[in-house]
């Protein structure tokens, strides 16, 4: 039996937890099993730089957390390894890393579950969310195709403007 401070402890972390799980607008689980020490750097590093809180955790801890968060579903993938992802701007930030590494390494990391808008999502959606192209890029593809038919009328009307140019001479 944990002593009392122990079990105090533990209990203020799971409410913190489930604390960042309520506020958070979206979140990946990820099975770590298989990476290096120097590969979860390299991971860490571009998850901070996307403002994004990763964290190993124990299954038990979060299995608590979820349930005060209401993301019971959540507890059925919590066997194993578990490492939890937390996106605090950019929604599809967690998703997109952590996919996109699960991709590239193949051993062992996976990506087990997520959840967005206090919804428990399956490992198809989180990896068909990592393919949406980030904001900026969806913004610049917007504005170039509205640019588009506005140059395309300059280009015209500065042929035109040039041939009538030259008929005139």
Excluded: C
Excluded at 102 to 108: H, L, N, R, T
């Amino acid at each position: 039996m944990p002593s009392e401070k122990v079990l105090l402890q533990k209990q203020q972390f799971v409410a913190e937890l489930s604390e960042k799980l309520k506020n958070a607008p979206a979140g990946v689980l990820v099975d770590y099993k298989g990476i290096t020490v120097a590969d979860d750097t390299k991971l860490r590093k571009e998850l901070r730089e996307a403002n994004v809180e990763y964290m190993v955790v124990k299954n038990t801890m979060l299995r608590f957390a979820a349930k005060n968060a209401g993301l019971d579903e959540m507890t059925g993938v919590l066997e194993g390894t578990t490492a939890l992802a937390v996106s605090h701007d950019d929604p599809m930030a967690a998703a997109r890393i952590l996919v996109k590494y699960a991709e590239s390494v193949k051993d062992g990391f996976h990506v087990k579950t997520g959840f967005m808008d206090g919804k428990v999502i399956d490992v198809d959606t989180v990896t068909a969310i990592a393919k949406i192209p980030s904001k900026e890029v969806l913004v610049s593809q917007m504005l170039s195709s509205l640019n588009a038919p506005i140059a395309n009328l300059a280009v015209v009307l500065n042929q035109i403007a040039e041939k009538n140019a030259e008929s005139a001479e």
